[in-house]
């Protein structure tokens, strides 16, 4: 069956709906909507809805499926742009599911639900449910659920991307893509090609993620109310294979595609570092942390601990405070972090803030807390590697320097990482490779290009005597110097004096700067 085929199909049953409706023959319409809603979801979802209202409440009440997929539609973001119930009433807590075909519908919607509502954690785990529940549900009623499973998982592809899990989503994602081809679903296939190769984008394979974009190409955009969906996840992983490549032009034309993500996009924390590489690429960090700071508000609701928006982000903003020389309020985004190591994003640019506030040690000993060796994550572990080099050097440890920058060049030479060689100075490129003489022709591919570096060498940060404590102190209580210069026994003189270079460490201009700066580096407590 050819994919024109399965979409004429499609409209034939969405009209046999129709007709059902008009007649007021709840079964039949029941039994359509049953047998089709997510190939209906993902056409047409407004259609869908508007044709599931039609059907009376008292008569939906009995179908588990026909209530979920109401369920869904009176919160899901794509209809009406708000939080859900927080947390969403548990569907399979109202209605009697008496087959796992319905056990199967139901939790997979519940699913759905959860992660609109940024539950990611809890719908991670009612998907990894399904995914054994879905063999006793292709048991039971065989026909009806393998045509609905590539639709389900490429969604529980996308919910395990969410939460953070990437080699789960990729496993998904590659069972949805197979059986999609299997079924000639075309747009199935894209979609999970699109999931697969953002993820390998993630981690830092560019050559994997660039296969799966082949893969997208061969199926023709279907044109769905989800088509936007599916199409960022390819665009977002385009863009970084080719930052990826140094081909900054290309990655900035692909960015263009992805444009800005709306309130309902789930895919917002993903497109926001794409634009934040380009950013750093370009030596244009301001405008993206401003960017970034603006949407993560804006998605205040999905940006929770369970959400890899989180650590992801965090690690962002820090590179981006790095690359503008704000290491204070880098190094205090840092300290909120209570495990960096959680997460390779995080580790990475932590161990990166503390080689360039000059910390080498502390550098050091968080690179030794990397534990993704089972786990593909090629970018983070070359450029802790990089930066564990460069610490090794200045801490005159030039045995333990070569040895992994020799690594570091290794895993370029892998994978096509060019761009990871920008995150350390060309002048600590130049030494270590003198030193060790890799041979590396990544490297070789990065010099030739005109790349600009990340981060500066070295980052300051922000130091108060004890003495500018408590003028900083007294000077939130919005006292007077006059009244500073008694509580502290000093002349006014000694004040002005003291509150100048204050003001000069801070970067402020007056009282109000000064305070506004001190907040955000975290050397004076908010009320």
């Not at 190591?341 to 503390?354: G, I, K, Q």
């Not at 600009?452 to 102190?473: A, C, G, Q, W």
């Amino acid at each position: 069956m050819s994919s024109g085929t399965n979409n004429k199909n499609l409209e034939l049953r969405q009209r046999a709906l129709a007709h059902a409706l008009d007649a007021q023959n709840w079964t039949a319409a029941i039994d359509i909507a049953e047998l089709h809603w997510v190939e209906m979801l993902v056409d047409n979802g407004g259609g869908l809805r508007s044709a599931l209202q039609r059907i009376p409440a008292d008569v939906a009440a009995k179908h588990p499926t026909v209530l979920a997929v109401r369920a869904l539609f009176d919160g899901h973001p794509f209809v009406t742009v708000g939080v859900l119930a927080d947390p969403p009433p548990s569907i399979s807590g109202l209605v009697t599911i008496d087959t796992p075909k319905d056990e199967l519908n139901v939790g997979c919607i519940e699913s759905i639900m959860l992660r609109m509502a940024g539950h990611f954690e809890q719908s991670a785990a009612v998907t990894q449910r399904l995914t054994h529940l879905s063999r006793s549900a292709l048991d039971h009623s065989g026909e009806v659920v393998s045509r609905q499973l590539p639709f389900m998982r490429a969604q529980w592809a996308i919910t395990y991307q969410l939460h953070g899990m990437l080699a789960e989503s990729t496993i998904e994602a590659r069972l949805a893509y197979h059986d999609g081809l299997s079924q000639q679903i075309g747009f199935v296939a894209r979609a999970a090609a699109n999931t697969i190769a953002l993820n390998w984008a993630m981690v830092g394979e560019p050559l994997h993620s660039l296969h799966w974009s082949e893969c997208e190409k061969r199926h023709a955009e279907h044109g769905g109310w989800l088509e936007p969906t599916f199409r960022t996840a390819g665009r977002v992983a385009r863009t970084l294979t080719f930052l990826d490549a140094l081909s900054v032009d290309d990655a900035l034309s692909a960015l263009d595609e992805v444009g800005y993500p709306s309130e309902a996009e789930e895919l917002w924390a993903f497109v926001m570092y794409a634009h934040s590489q380009c950013a750093l690429a370009r030596g244009d960090a301001f405008a993206a942390l401003s960017l970034m700071r603006r949407t993560v508000s804006a998605h205040r609701h999905q940006h929770t601990v369970t959400s890899i928006s989180l650590p992801l982000l965090q690690a962002t903003e820090i590179d981006l405070l790095i690359a503008l020389g704000e290491g204070s309020e880098a190094l205090a985004l840092a300290e909120s972090i209570v495990d960096p190591a959680a997460h390779p994003w995080t580790l990475t640019s932590v161990v990166r803030l503390r080689q360039r506030i000059g910390d080498n040690k502390t550098a050091v000993a968080l690179c030794d807390q990397f534990g993704w060796t089972l786990e593909s994550h090629p970018r983070a572990q070359m450029e802790l590697l990089l930066t564990q080099a460069v610490a090794h050097w200045e801490l005159g440890e030039t045995h333990f320097a070569t040895q992994v920058w020799s690594k570091a060049c290794k895993i370029a030479d892998q994978t096509g990482l060019l761009r990871s060689f920008s995150t350390i100075s060309a002048s600590d490129i130049a030494l270590l490779d003198n030193a060790a003489d890799t041979g590396s022709q990544a490297l070789s591919e990065f010099r030739k290009a005109s790349g600009v570096e990340s981060f500066p060498r070295v980052v300051h940060i922000v130091t108060l005597t004890d003495r500018e404590h408590k003028v900083l102190t007294l000077l939130k209580q919005e006292m007077t110097q006059v009244a500073i210069a008694k509580a502290l026994y000093v002349s006014v003189n000694t004040v002005r004096s003291q509150l100048r270079t204050l003001y000069r460490k801070l970067g402020a201009h007056n009282r109000n700067d000064a305070i506004r700066r001190a907040h955000a580096l975290k050397l004076i407590p908010r009320a």
